[in-house]
């Protein structure tokens, strides 16, 4: 089966720079595939992208590379089995408060005996390999989000779940949970004191944490600190940010 380019990062103690997707056309995926992303996340909950949109993506993302991930839109089991069928190589589900939450995430992406995975990875299996079958559960990463205030409750819990991978931030809806503002590349004392928890939590369990950030400089902090899996915007945001620099450029006025 194709080795997971995330897995070969933190076998080698190595951040994962992770892009984000959350425009439904196949050239933007391409186009950002080719920039040189260790990863890209497809986001089905927060983007304007769908399961034939996430299809698209996925297959322009094949074009290098780059490893494709999909943020499911909720703790569904069938939409979890069909992105991987259709060839994601990890998944990030939002909104695991708890342990069972936990469970019934990781046995809707396990093949049995040890989970309740149907088997027909339609493309998972032209892009994994023909030993997809027997290489799928090692190979694909599995993704918490830790987001609420109930999950930083049950978090020793949640990491304590066999197969569970890896936890991912969730900088605005942790935010909003402890009171806050919700925004990317926190500064307010409570909800650092909860990110850095969380990470001081999965290191300790031996399992990498991940961040969603808003700059570049941000998650360079946020490597520094020990997160191994940063994202830095969206390929939406590129396309704002950008277009506003450029204007704000044309129309300055000399000085």
């Known amino acids: 089966m194709r080795a997971n380019p995330i897995r070969l990062k933190w076998q080698a103690n190595e951040p994962v720079v992770n892009g984000w997707l959350s425009i439904p056309h196949a050239f933007v995926a391409e186009t950002m595939a080719h920039q040189g992303w260790d990863s890209l996340t497809i986001d089905m909950q927060h983007g304007a992208v769908d399961y034939q949109g996430a299809f698209n993506l996925l297959t322009a993302i094949s074009t290098t590379q780059c490893a494709p991930i999909v943020r499911v839109p909720w703790l569904d089991p069938a939409a979890l089995m069909k992105v991987l069928d259709a060839g994601a190589y990890g998944v990030i589900c939002p909104m695991i408060s708890n342990r069972a939450e936990a469970e019934t995430f990781i046995g809707a992406t396990t093949y049995p005996p040890r ?10 299996l032209l892009y994994g390999g023909p030993d997809y079958a027997s290489q799928a559960d090692e190979t694909i990463v599995r993704f918490a989000m830790i987001e609420t205030k109930e999950a930083l409750d049950n978090l020793d819990e949640i990491l304590s779940v066999d197969g569970l991978d890896a936890v991912y931030v969730g900088p605005a809806d942790l935010s909003r949970a402890l009171g806050c503002e919700p925004r990317f590349d926190q500064e307010t004392p409570i909800v650092v004191e909860a990110i850095d928890h969380i990470l001081a939590c999965a290191t ?46 044309i129309r300055r006025v000399p000085t």
């Open 115 to 124: 989970g309740q995975r149907s088997y027909g990875p339609i493309r998972g």
């Open 204 to 249: 300790a369990a031996g399992k990498p944490a991940g961040i969603h950030n808003g700059t570049a400089a941000y998650a360079k902090c946020m490597i520094e600190k020990g997160f191994r899996f940063v994202t830095i915007g969206s390929d939406a945001r590129f396309i704002a940010n950008g277009s506003r620099a450029a204007l704000e450029e």
